[in-house]
T-cell receptor, first 113, second 113 residues
Framework: DAGITQSPRYKITETGRQVTLMCHQT?????MFWYRQDLGHGLRLIYY???????DKGEVPDGYVVSRSKTENFPLTLESATRSQTSVYFC????????????FGEGSRLTVL | GENVEQHPSTLSVQEGDSAVIKCTYS??????FPWYKQELGKRPQLIID?????GEKKDQRIAVTLNKTAKHFSLHITETQPEDSAVYFC????????????FGQGTTLQVKP
């Protein structure tokens, strides 16, 4: 049972480049989320999805794009990376949305030079 | 939108003492309040949650209390042990399957042996 996996786990890129972080879950959970974790800010919601082809903005969506063509995948794209997007990104999934347990991936550490 | 404030940002206690972490939320419609624990280098994991129709919930050494009137909720850890050392996050959501679970800034708890 793989659960929820993220790739890559570590990524270094340069300002202006496009970066895609992948997230895959094997539970067929309807809900998926992307959070970023920064010291002093906790976990901030970037985007979430209630089902395939349904996505919505969270607290800090600017500079990010998501898609969800299949239930099990929820990629996060930084179309033109900036240094302020250096962070640890966590993908999560849930059966019950915002009123049930979130299962987090291991995180993807992104550094933008 | 929902805003969750968490205090203190760091907390150091002696093994065996109690630890209390407090959170306040802004949206009176919020009705689900989970707590997540993140050990160093690991993913966040749910440790306890409470819904707005309950004032207190306990699970062994941890308990959560909710004051809806004051819009705050707290995590209580009794008889702390070194393995309780971690970052703790509170969160709040309005339910309705919106997907918007908003986290506090996190509290780093250190339990000294």
């Amino acid at each position: 049972d793989a659960g929820i996996t993220q790739s890559p786990r570590y990524k270094i890129t340069e300002t202006g480049r496009q970066v895609t972080l992948m997230c895959h879950q094997t539970w067929s959970h309807s809900y998926m989320f992307w959070y970023r974790q920064d010291l002093g800010h906790g976990l901030r919601l970037i985007y979430y999805s209630a089902a395939a082809d349904i996505t919505d903005k969270g607290e800090v969506p600017d500079g990010y794009v998501v898609s969800r063509s299949k239930t099990e995948n929820f990629p996060l794209t930084l179309e033109s990376a900036t240094r302020s997007q250096t962070s640890v990104y966590f993908c999560a999934s849930s059966r019950q949305g915002d009123t049930g347990e979130l299962f987090f991936g291991e995180g993807s550490r992104l550094t933008v030079l | 939108g929902e805003n969750v404030e968490q205090h203190p940002s760091t907390l150091s206690v002696q093994e065996g003492d109690s630890a209390v972490i407090k959170c306040t939320y802004s949206d009176s419609a919020s009705n689900y309040f989970p707590w997540y624990k993140q050990e160093l280098g690991k993913r966040p994991q749910l440790i306890i949650d409470i819904r707005s129709n309950v004032g207190e919930k306990k699970d062994q050494r941890i308990a959560v209390t909710l004051n809806k009137t004051a819009k705050h909720f707290s995590l209580h850890i009794t008889e702390t042990q070194p393995e309780d050392s971690a970052v703790y996050f509170c969160a709040a959501s309005k339910g309705g399957n919106t997907g918007k679970l908003i986290f506090g800034q996190g509290t780093t708890l250190q339990v000294k042996p």
